[in-house]
């Protein structure tokens, strides 16, 4: 099994920038693919970011603005989230993916208002 912890959410203004971080531990598989998720209130929970061994990808409301990245040495993921918008205003999930397998953080709450 893998656990996954996330931190760095908080609540921060229009424009400003804040980094989460997501710390794996268990039976990390190598060729996982590792994310990031987010659920606002009343919506579906949805893809923000992921990245693996050829890359990343992002959704498109978030490009050009987060970066996905990891250090696989210390079984850490972050998501760098600049220019922040109140539409960012969610919880964020880190997600571990091994073939069939998925594993879920307890979530973050982000919160973007003047």
């Known amino acids: 099994q893998v656990q996954l912890v996330e931190s760095g959410g908080g609540l921060v203004q229009p424009g400003w920038s804040l980094r989460l971080s997501c710390a794996a531990s268990?039976?990390?598989?190598?060729?996982?693919?590792m994310g990031w998720y987010r659920q606002a209130p009343g919506k579906q929970r949805d893809l923000v970011a992921i990245?693996?061994?050829?890359?990343?990808t992002y959704a498109d409301s978030v490009k050009g603005r987060f970066t996905i990245s990891r250090d696989n040495a210390e079984n850490m993921v972050y998501l760098q989230m600049n220019s922040l918008k109140p539409e960012d205003t969610a919880v964020y999930y880190c997600?571990?993916?091994?073939?069939?397998?998925?594993?879920w953080g307890q979530g973050t709450q982000v919160t973007v208002s003047p």
């Open positions: 268990g039976s990390i598989r190598s060729g996982n693919v």
């Open positions: 990245i693996f061994s050829g890359g990343s």
């Open positions: 997600n571990y993916r091994f073939i069939t397998y998925n594993a």
